[in-house]
C-alpha cells in the first residue's frame, strides 16, 4: 500500500496544529458517543451500547494526537522561526484549485441535473481547455477543437459502455 | 471431492467456461494500461471496475477484478522503466535499476527481466495461496470474536507500523478509517450513529465511494499539480526475456517470491512494501552489490518478482480472515461481498471449491500478463503519452460512475468528492493512507466481534488476553508497536546483550 515516506516530513508547528485539529475530533465524537443510548433495557448489560465502539476509537485518536502533539512541542513547535515545510508553489496551487473547482462543480452540481452524457462532455472539454490553455496561444483553436471531440466522446463512450453494454444506471 | 488436485482442476475447468479467456484478455489489458499510467493506481483499477463487473455472474466478476489487479501491479513497471515514475507505488523499487537500464539503451532487455520476474512472482506466490490457504482457512475456523477482534487490530497496528512514513500518524489514520466506518446503523439496536437525522448518513457510508473517493479523486488532485511528465526513450531492444537470467538469478526469484508473498499475506502492508524488501534483500545477499542502483539486473528482478508475488500473498487473508492484505485486495474484498461471495474462515467449509477458483484465475491471469508483456510494446509507450489533461478528467468522470453506481445515491457521489478531498489533505500532511483503507474495511469487522466478545462473556474482558491464540495476537500486535517506537529496539537489543554478557 502507498506510502508516504517519498515526501519530506511536516515541520512540527504544522503538526502542532494537526494534533489540536484531531485531538478536537477525538473529544468530539467521544461526547458524541457518550450521549448516544445504551439500550440497557434489552441488552440487560449494556455491553451492546452503540457509543462503545466510536467512543473507543475516539479516545485512541484522542490519546495518539495528544502524542503527536507532544512531539511536535519537543521537536520544536513552540519556537519562533520554524517554517513550514514544503507546500507547492502559486502556480500548484492554482492547478489544484482548478482541478477541485471543476470536479466539485461536475460531480455535485451538474451531475443529475443535466444528461450525463452532456454534463461529462461539458466537464471533461472545461477541464482539458483550462489545463491547455496555458501551453500558448499556438494552434489554441485545434487544442480547444480537440477538447470538445474529446468530451463528447467520452460522454458518448461510457453512456454507451456503462449504460447499453455492461447495464450499469448512470446518475 | 476434497483431493486438492481434483479441486484444481475442477477451478480451472468452473473458471474456463463461459468465454474467460476473453475477459481475462481484455481485463488485464485493462490493469496493464491503468497500471502503467501514473496517477492510476491499481486499487483504483480494481474499484473502478468493479462498477462493470455489477452485472456479471460472481465467477466472471472476479477473474476480470483478479485479471485487473495482476495486470495493473504489473503495468506500473513500464512507466518506471521508461519515465523513471513509478505507475504505481509499488513499482518505485523497479526504478531504481529499471530507468538506469533504459537509460544505457537496454529499456527492452529491462521490460523482458520485468516481465520475467512478474511472471515468477505471482506464480510463486499462488502456488503458496494453493498449498497453504485451504490449511490456514481451515485453522482460523478456530478462530472466535476474541481471535477476530485481534486480527482487525493487528491489522490496524502492522499497516500502520510498517506501511511508510511516521508509524504514529499510521496508527491515527487506522483509526479514523475505523471511525469512519462505525457511521450509520449498528447491527445490535439499529442505531443510526452520527446521522443526525439524515437518511442517507444512517445507511452509512459506502465502502466503494470511499475508497474511489481516497485512491481516485485524491490522485487525479495529486496528479494535476504536479510537473508534467517527461519524454518517454522510443527506441527498444528486444523485450524477448533470457534464460540465463532465471538460472542466473533464480536464488533471488524463490527469496524475492517468498519475502513477496509473506509480506502480501501480512495484514494491509502490500505491494509497494513487498517490492523494497525484495529490493533490499536481495542487495544484501547479492555478489554484485555495487552495480544495484546503477541498472543492476538482479534488483530489478528481485522488486517485479516481490511486487508480484505479493498479489496472490495479499489475497490469502481476504479468503481466510476477511482481512485484506493490501489496497486492491481490500477493495477485491469489497467487491467479493456485493457479489455474494462471503469471504472469511467459514469460506473453507461453505464453498473450499472458490479457493481453487481464485488460483485458477491468478494463473489465468499470469499467463495472459506474460503474453501482454511481451508483445505490447509500442503500444504502451503510445498509451504513456496522454497527456495528464486529456487523461484526468476522463478518469474523475469513471469515478463518479463508479461511486454512483453501486446503490445509485447521488450521496454517494458527495461520499467520493469528501473521501477524495479528506484523502488528498491527508496525504500533504504525510498520513499513508494504507492504515486508513484498512481502518475503514475492518471496522465493521472489528465493531461486530468487540461487541459481540463482551457480551457472550457477560463484560468480561479477560478472555481477550487468556485464549491462546488472542493472547499471541495481542503479544504480536504489542510487539509491532513497541517495534515502532523509536530507540525501543537498539534498547531491548542492548540489554539482551548486556544479560548475556553478564
Not at chain 2, 512514513?165 to 445490535?188: C, H, M, R, S, W
Not at chain 2, 538460472?247 to 502480501?264: C, D, E, N
Not at chain 2, 490469502?316 to 492484505?325: E, S, W
Not at chain 2, 484526468?392 to 478531498?421: E, N, Y
Request: some cysteine; glycine content about 12%.
Amino acid at each position: 500500500m502507498s506510502g508516504g515516506s517519498d515526501q519530506a516530513p511536516l515541520s512540527p508547528r504544522a503538526d502542532l496544529y494537526v494534533a489540536a485539529v484531531l485531538l478536537a475530533l477525538g473529544l468530539g465524537v467521544m461526547a458524541l458517543a457518550w450521549r448516544m443510548p445504551t439500550f440497557v433495557e434489552q441488552s440487560g448489560t449494556g455491553l451492546t451500547a452503540p457509543g462503545i465502539v466510536p467512543g473507543f476509537h475516539a479516545t485512541v485518536v484522542a490519546v495518539l494526537a495528544v502524542l503527536l502533539g507532544l512531539r511536535a512541542i519537543r521537536q520544536g513547535a513552540l519556537k519562533a522561526g520554524t517554517q513550514r515545510a514544503g507546500g507547492g508553489g502559486g502556480a500548484d496551487a492554482w492547478r489544484l484549485a482548478i482541478a477541485a473547482t471543476l470536479g466539485v462543480l461536475y460531480a455535485g452540481v451538474l451531475v443529475g441535473r443535466l444528461p450525463f452524457w452532456l454534463a461529462t462532455a461539458l466537464f471533461v472539454f472545461s477541464f482539458t481547455a483550462a489545463f491547455e490553455w496555458s501551453v500558448g496561444p499556438a494552434r489554441r483553436v485545434r487544442r480547444l477543437a480537440e477538447a470538445a471531440l474529446l468530451g463528447l466522446a467520452t460522454g458518448g463512450i461510457v453512456t454507451l459502455v456503462f449504460e447499453r453494454i455492461f447495464l450499469v444506471r448512470l446518475p | 471431492m476434497n483431493n486438492p488436485i481434483t479441486m484444481l482442476g475442477d477451478g480451472f475447468a468452473h473458471v474456463l467456461q463461459g468465454g474467460a479467456v476473453f475477459h481475462a484478455f481484455w481485463a488485464v489489458l485493462i490493469g496493464i494500461v491503468v497500471g502503467a499510467l501514473p496517477g492510476l493506481t491499481a486499487t483504483m483499477g480494481v474499484a473502478l471496475l468493479t462498477t462493470l463487473t455489477f452485472t456479471m455472474g460472481p465467477n466472471v466478476a472476479m477473474l476480470v477484478l483478479v485479471c485487473v489487479y495482476v495486470g495493473a501491479i504489473y503495468g506500473g513497471s513500464r512507466s518506471a522503466i521508461l519515465l523513471n515514475i513509478p505507475g504505481t507505488p509499488a513499482s518505485a523499487a523497479s526504478t531504481l535499476d529499471g530507468f538506469p537500464l533504459a537509460k544505457q539503451g537496454l529499456a527492452g532487455r529491462a521490460m523482458g527481466i520485468s516481465t520475467l520476474g512478474s511472471w515468477c512472482g505471482t506464480l510463486f506466490g499462488t502456488l503458496i495461496l494453493a498449498m497453504f490457504a485451504p490449511s490456514f482457512g481451515e485453522f482460523a475456523l478456530q478462530f472466535g470474536s476474541y481471535e477476530m477482534f485481534w486480527v482487525a487490530l493487528f491489522g490496524i497496528v502492522i499497516a500502520g507500523s510498517l506501511s511508510g512514513g511516521d508509524p504514529l500518524k499510521g496508527y491515527i489514520a487506522g483509526f479514523l478509517g475505523l471511525l469512519v466506518a462505525t457511521v450509520g446503523q449498528e447491527t445490535n439496536h439499529a442505531y443510526a450513529r452520527f446521522a443526525f437525522g439524515n437518511a442517507d448518513l444512517a445507511g452509512g457510508l459506502g465502502l466503494l465511494p470511499v475508497l474511489v473517493g481516497v485512491f481516485g479523486v485524491a490522485e487525479v488532485l495529486n496528479a494535476m499539480r504536479g510537473p508534467a511528465v517527461k519524454a518517454v526513450s522510443s527506441k527498444i531492444d528486444s523485450v524477448i526475456p533470457r534464460i540465463r537470467d532465471v538460472t542466473q538469478y533464480w536464488r533471488t526469484i524463490f527469496r524475492s517470491g517468498a519475502l513477496g508473498t509473506f509480506i502480501g499475506a501480512m495484514p494491509g502492508l502490500g505491494e509497494d512494501i513487498a517490492a523494497w524488501t525484495s529490493y533490499a534483500a536481495a542487495k544484501r545477499a547479492s555478489k554484485e552489490k555495487e552495480l544495484f542502483g546503477k541498472g543492476s539486473v538482479e534488483g530489478l528482478m528481485a522488486a517485479e518478482t516481490g511486487e508480484s508475488a505479493c498479489v496472490p500473498g495479499a489475497i490469502i487473508p481476504v479468503l481466510t480472515l476477511a482481512v485484506p492484505g493490501s489496497a486492491p485486495a481490500a477493495v477485491l474484498m469489497a467487491a467479493m461481498m456485493i457479489h455474494g461471495l462471503n469471504p472469511g474462515p467459514m469460506l473453507a467449509i461453505t464453498a473450499p471449491e472458490f479457493i481453487y477458483q481464485i488460483v485458477a484465475m491468478l494463473v489465468i491471469a499470469d499467463m495472459v500478463k506474460l503474453l501482454y508483456g511481451l508483445v505490447l510494446v509500442k503500444p504502451l509507450l503510445w498509451v504513456l503519452l496522454i497527456p495528464r489533461a486529456r487523461l484526468m478528467p476522463v478518469v474523475f468522470v469513471l469515478c463518479t460512475v463508479g461511486a454512483f453506481a453501486i446503490t445509485s445515491r447521488l450521496f454517494d457521489i458527495w461520499v467520493m468528492l469528501g473521501a477524495g478531498l479528506v484523502g488528498f489533505i491527508l496525504r500533504e500532511l504525510r498520513f499513508p493512507m494504507a492504515p486508513l483503507v484498512l481502518g475503514i474495511v475492518l471496522g465493521d469487522l472489528l465493531d461486530k466481534n468487540l461487541l459481540r466478545g463482551l457480551v457472550l462473556t457477560g463484560g468480561d474482558v479477560s478472555p481477550f488476553f487468556t485464549r491462546p491464540i488472542s493472547m499471541a495476537l495481542c503479544a504480536l500486535t504489542l510487539l509491532a508497536v513497541a517495534w515502532a517506537i523509536p530507540g525501543f529496539v537498539p534498547r531491548v537489543m542492548g540489554l539482551i546483550r548486556r544479560r548475556a554478557a553478564a
